[in-house]
């Protein structure tokens, strides 16, 4: 089945220890999204490639970078996590951009910080 | 500014009745497209039923159905005959460039 795979599905990391979360996807889609949820709150969007174009929200922290080598892959680069930081992050993909496109979903990758 | 309010944290039914969850937006576009997603617990978000703003007609998906309020800026998501895999979290969420949902609400389908 065509999806969206997060690894790993749980980290641990240290303080100021920089991680990396991946996510795949085998649908083929053109954009990829990044999004925080933290306890009992809304995702909140990241930023999101459009191929190769990055987009960021304005109030991501330079904390957050992206790297989208290929169409199938997207890694979420925390360089210095904080207590703050730890949260559930889920990756996103949609065919194209705009309001009519549904999003798929990743199983998010819970992260930890020690 | 683009908010989205869901004002039922938790929310409980019993199996095979019906219950309503109850989502309001704020947007001065006219333009966008509404959804409810669905995160079952430990497992990944899915969408259970969107509804373009421009169609008056309320959306219907086998048991699942909106109720779509257009200049109440409402849109509620009604669950029939419930089972217990409907229990999870459900979002809901508007996008008119990007996607903003709502802090979700905990549904819990007892038998």
């Known amino acids: 089945d065509a999806m969206v795979i997060q690894n790993p599905r749980y980290q641990v990391t240290q303080f100021g220890k920089p991680v990396t979360l991946s996510c795949s996807q085998t649908?083929?889609?053109?954009?990829m999204y990044w999004y925080q949820q933290k306890s009992s709150q809304a995702p909140k969007l990241l930023f999101h490639?459009?191929?190769?174009?990055?987009?960021n929200e304005a109030d991501t922290p330079d904390n957050f970078q992206s790297r989208r080598p290929n169409t199938s892959f997207c890694f979420l680069d925390i360089r210095s996590p904080g207590l703050g930081d730890a949260a559930m992050y889920l990756c996103a993909t949609s065919r194209d951009f705009g309001r009519m496109y549904e999003q798929y979903f990743g199983p998010g990758t819970r992260l930890t910080v020690t | 500014a683009q908010t989205v309010t869901q004002s039922q944290p938790e929310m409980s039914v019993q199996e095979a009745e019906t219950v309503t969850l109850s989502c309001t937006y704020d947007t001065s576009e006219s333009n966008y497209y509404l959804f409810w997603y669905k995160q079952p617990p430990s497992r990944q978000m899915i969408l259970v039923i969107r509804?373009?703003?421009?169609?008056?007609q309320n959306a219907t998906e086998n048991r699942f159905s909106v109720n779509f309020q257009k200049a109440a800026k409402s849109f509620s998501l009604k669950i029939s005959d419930s089972q217990l895999g409907d229990t999870a979290m459900y979002f809901c969420a508007f996008i008119v460039n990007d996607m903003r949902f709502g802090a979700g609400t905990r549904l819990t389908v007892k038998p």
């Open positions: 509804q373009e703003a421009y169609k008056q």
């Open positions: 649908l083929n889609h053109n954009v």
């Open positions: 490639y459009y191929d190769k174009d990055f987009n």
